[in-house]
């Protein structure tokens, strides 16, 4: 039987660009015709990269798209490319062109829309009933589909039975924690459904919140994985495929589950940034754990020379905790300034005591503080030009221990989605990694606190974190409900407590910066609860 070189072109492209896409898509099909491939494979809506939103109900837009694709198969010769595009035909439809010899050979339609999630394409696209043209190439028959295609069994094993000897599956499949090995269980078992070969290919880079993670990935008809491109980074991966005799190709390592989400962090921060087309970043270094693993990821996504780090302590700031973040930023090599706010503060304090004459200092001068630092870096960033990266992790908030305006004020919330627990394990991690503290031992010890009165720990208003992250999961990610969760063990008052306090505080998150999404359900496209809701949970 004839044997298939593929090429997995693994790019990363922006949303919207379509000439910068248009480039991509050239110099990976350059490469991999150079490499003597019969077939090179780019990801799902490549042409606009995913997901365009509301850009596909402009007209002009979707039409760009189309004349794009009638370009790009101008420049193509014997070399096979399935690149993907939004078509407008009768309606409009989430499509795979497959070009050579100067021309679109014919056009495949996603038959599977999803509508879950952070997926909403039946808001843009019709669905397809058609299975779709098959395609000779290298003497075997090669069918296409389109990522949702392939977790329902029907549209590969229809392909299957009418003849395809390989199922080609275009993918922007977004990346969560495990997502990996979910897709290679999903994919073996629908190989050796159909007994068919399925060439895998998915989108790289960030959008927005999402992490498009690449992997893509070759398996053979008896599932066993054959090919698999890098993580987290742009890869043309060639594969020798024989339907008959099996496949050839370079297998890259999976990341582990620690270190692959520190490279979604790196990945999702670097590709926001830059598509926004800021060149610096300025974060709030506090000499805690948050702010501590935030400009260690920005140092690793932009470079030490695009990190600038400011002090503000406090009057209640501990002399160790402005140490560590000297320390810190010594370490990453980040310039840092030192701006204490008690001018400020006690300026703000003067102003209002009239206001609150007879009141005791409560929680309203503590978020006072939380302000002044809020309006400092916003300040520093609009004469610098610099992107203000916010610290709060998932815990915060999920819990709303975050000050609206506050130290959530920021243009991206890298840690959004990370809960407390696991930043502490991104952090040992990363020095083990290294090979040396980068970020402080004593900054990991010491007890989390946000400093705003005398001897305050986070423990005074919340429980232990690794009591506190699993209620949040549950509730959170899975969407238990308060029974379930106190059935499962978990103490009743607490789960009640947490409960509201999620659900009292969903008007901050949708006031709150995007973040980098690492779970199966994170706060924003993931989540939309209304605000105004009394069900109990």
Known sequence: MARLRVGLAQINAVVGDLDGNAARIVAAYD????????????????????PPEDLLLKPAFVAAAGETIAKLASLTGDCAAVIGFPEQADDLYNSAA???????????????????????????????TEIGPRFEIAGLSVAVSICEDAWEPGPIVAMAQSGADVVVNINASPYFAGRVRQRETMLAGRAVQTGVPIVYVN?????????????????????????????????????ELDPATGAAGRIEPVLDPVREVYEALVLGTRDYVRKNGFTDVLISLSGGVDSSLVAAIAVDALGAEHVNGVMLPSRYSSEGSVADAVALSERLGIRTYLVPIEPAQAAFEGMLAPVFEGRAPDVAEENLQARIRGNAVMTISNKFGWMVLSCGNKSEMATGYATLYGDMAGGFAVIKDVPKTLVYALCRDLNARVGHDVIPQAVIDKPPSAEL??????TDSLPEYDVLDPIIEGYVEDDESVSQLIARGFDNELVRRVARM?????????????????????FGKDRRPPITNRWPG
């Open 502 to 522: 999620v659900d009292r505080n969903e008007y901050k998150r949708r006031q709150a910066p995007p973040g980098v999404r690492v779970s199966r359900k994170a």
């Open 453 to 458: 009165r005398p001897d305050q720990k986070d």
């Open 98 to 128: 497959v070009c050579a010899r100067g021309q679109v050979l014919g056009v495949y339609r996603k038959q599977l829309l999803p509508n879950y999630s952070v997926f909403d394409e039946q808001r843009y696209f019709k669905a397809s």
């Open 203 to 239: 989108l790289v880079g960030g959008q927005d919140e999402l992490v498009f993670d690449g992997a893509s990935l070759v398996v053979d008809a008896g599932g066993a994985v054959v090919g698999r491109a890098k993580q987290f980074e742009e890869d043309l991966l060639v594969v």
């Open 31 to 50: 490469a991999a015709a150079a490499e003597g491939c019969d077939l090179v494979v780019f990801p799902e809506l490549t042409v606009t990269g995913y």
